[in-house]
């Protein structure tokens, strides 16, 4: 049940993730120079976000039922097919706004004309997109530590009612053995009074057969 509620997170958060890279593709027509390479860099980061998050839930679908399994293999197919698509059309749109040359240019150009070497203008690139993945990567091992947590609550939380339960059933089961042993003493001292009954009983028995054969006994001799 955990495993499938974490996977529908992931699907929900891959879903915005999608929706945002749409958008950004869309916008990125409108805007050239500096916010133009912005936006790239930003496509970019979305789309390794959402590459991660395929990978997290593929790890999720492996250890779900079989059932469930065949179910969201199928949508992470779907998943994939759709975020090769959004990137196969940003790398179009990419290309067709300019090249990567010029966009570059623009970037490292400023108010004074200053100019920057093409190898040091690659470098902080090249820098700037490590960076951007590498925040990208710790925000979404950020997400899983607080996913991870909030499941390890609840499964705390389970086990403490589970303990309670038992903790409860174990007294239970405390007063019935006091009551069965209670029980047991009363039918022993019961039994006991059964048996000194019929011991007095037997008694009574003989003595008054005893009696008769002594009346019998005094009355024949009597009468000889």
């Known amino acids: ?23 950004k593709i869309t916008q990125l027509q409108a805007v050239s120079g500096y916010n133009r390479q912005n936006a790239i860099l930003a496509i970019e980061r979305l789309i390794d976000e959402c590459k991660e998050l395929l990978e997290q839930m593929e790890l999720e679908i492996r250890g779900a039922g079989k059932d469930s399994r065949d179910i969201y293999q199928s949508r992470l197919k779907a998943y994939k097919a759709e975020l090769d698509r959004q990137e196969k059309d940003f790398k179009q749109s990419v290309i067709v706004i300019g090249t990567e040359a010029t966009n570059r240019d623009e970037l490292f150009f400023n108010g004074s004309d200053v100019f920057v070497p093409d190898e040091q203008k690659q470098k902080l690139l090249d820098n700037s997109h490590k960076l951007e993945r590498t925040g990208s990567k710790i925000t979404g091992g950020y997400r899983t530590v607080l996913e991870t947590e909030e499941i390890g609550k609840n499964i705390l939380n389970d086990l403490g009612s589970q303990r309670e339960t038992l903790q409860r059933s174990r007294n239970r089961v405390y007063e019935i053995d006091g009551n069965l042993g209670k029980s047991s003493r009363i039918l022993s ?5 059964i048996v000194q009954n019929k011991i007095l009983l037997v008694i009574v028995g003989i003595i008054m057969i005893g009696l008769i054969f002594c009346v019998l006994y005094l009355t024949i001799r009597r009468r000889s």
């Open 189 to 193: 001292s019961e039994n006991c009074r």
């Open 1 to 23: 049940m955990e495993d499938k509620k974490l996977i529908e997170i992931y699907e929900q958060q891959f879903s915005n993730c999608t929706a945002e890279i749409t958008s």
